[in-house]
């Protein structure tokens, strides 16, 4: 429980009405109840939280009510985020390594680290302090897991991947499986061995069922900050830049490289061996088949500027009436030809 009044202090805001009130939830506001907190990043929205049951509304400066205490604060929404790791924290895990583990005896774990039910651990793996693997989850020869690391049950890790501190990887999600890599030879083909490896920076997460495949040589690296989605699909060699978002379905063909802040929204698919430039932006569904550069945003596939997309969209709209139109012309067109014949 927290008084208005500390979580104000905490998220450096600005108290109005009783600052002492006892805060002992947060709520969206159709489901508040007395003592919680909810916020509202527009008039609309406060509309809404003032006729709820909620105690304190988050608001952006300027706002008022007639009804409600208010924090105000410059983003109500990040205000939030910061908000709800106090009121539900994050699980945690015991120090230890649980009997149905399987513990290669060249294997370092750090003390304070857990090992749950039915984990497999390669020989020469490093686990560092605090870092939780919950269960089921089997981590290959030579890999590095920094600290504060968490994977969550039946994530599988190849061997040799390096994993920095405060990475979330999600159920069901494999690091280092095999690229896709084949040559054609006497009609059939033979595979390319994939002997690289994965490197995943710090205060990286990585949703469920995801896959990152091993370089073919060297190593995939997704940089610092990045965030993945489920259901993304990264092949060899691909190197992601700091603070990327991929959202949820997306495709990359190997050796594509993506700098600093590139966005990409769901169920786009990335050929290989392109450049994304810093803060590039790849609409849903886009087929990206060319370099972006920095900061352009594209749509459609194939993949193009945003502006020149929807002109073609709005274009392609109007063909129906278009075709029409053209019928009538040629109509009348044949109609005076043979009136002047």
């Given at each position: ?145 920094g600290q504060d690391v968490r994977l969550h049950p039946n994530v ?135 370099d972006i550069p920095a900061g352009e945003t594209v749509l459609g ?14 274009a392609m709209a109007q063909l129906p009436d278009a075709i029409k ?17």
């Amino acid at each position: 429980m927290f008084t208005v009044t500390s979580l104000a202090e905490k998220l450096g805001g600005e108290v109005i009405g009783d600052g002492t009130t006892i805060i002992t939830g947060v709520s969206p506001a159709d489901q508040a109840q007395i003592g919680h907190l909810t916020f509202a990043e527009k008039a609309g929205y406060l509309e809404a939280a003032e006729t709820s049951a909620a105690s304190a509304v988050l608001v952006p400066m300027g706002f008022e009510s007639a009804s409600k205490i208010l924090i105000r604060v410059k983003d109500p929404r990040i205000a939030m985020a910061k908000v709800l790791p106090l009121f539900f924290p994050e699980e945690t895990f015991s120090a230890g390594v649980h009997p149905s583990a399987v513990v290669d005896s060249s294997a370092v774990i750090h003390p304070t680290a857990h090992i749950g039910p039915h984990c497999v651990i390669g020989a020469e793996v490093m686990i560092g302090e605090r870092s939780a693997l919950i269960g089921g989850n089997h981590i290959g020869r030579g890999s590095k897991i920094g600290q504060d690391v968490r994977l969550h049950p039946n994530v599988v890790i190849y061997s040799r991947t390096q994993i920095g501190n405060r990475v979330c990887i999600h159920s069901g999600t494999i690091i280092g499986a095999d690229g896709y890599g084949y040559v054609f030879d006497q009609g059939q083909h033979r595979k390319m061995l994939q002997v690289g490896h994965v490197i995943i920076h710090d205060d990286v997460e990585i949703g469920s069922n995801t896959s990152i495949d091993r370089g073919a040589l060297g190593a995939t690296i997704i940089g610092n900050g990045t965030k993945i989605d489920n259901l993304v699909h990264v092949a060899h060699n691909v190197v992601m830049g700091r603070h990327c978002l991929i959202m949820g379905q997306v495709g990359f063909a190997g050796s594509t490289q993506l700098s600093d802040y590139v966005v990409i929204a769901s169920q786009s698919g990335i050929a290989g061996h392109l450049k994304l430039g810093p803060q590039a932006t790849v609409g849903a569904k886009s087929g990206v088949m060319r370099d972006i550069p920095a900061g352009e945003t594209v749509l459609g596939y194939p993949a193009t500027p945003d502006k020149q997309a929807k002109r073609q969209w709005i274009a392609m709209a109007q063909l129906p009436d278009a075709i029409k139109r053209i019928k009538e012309l040629e109509k009348r067109i044949d109609q005076l030809s043979k009136l002047e014949s």
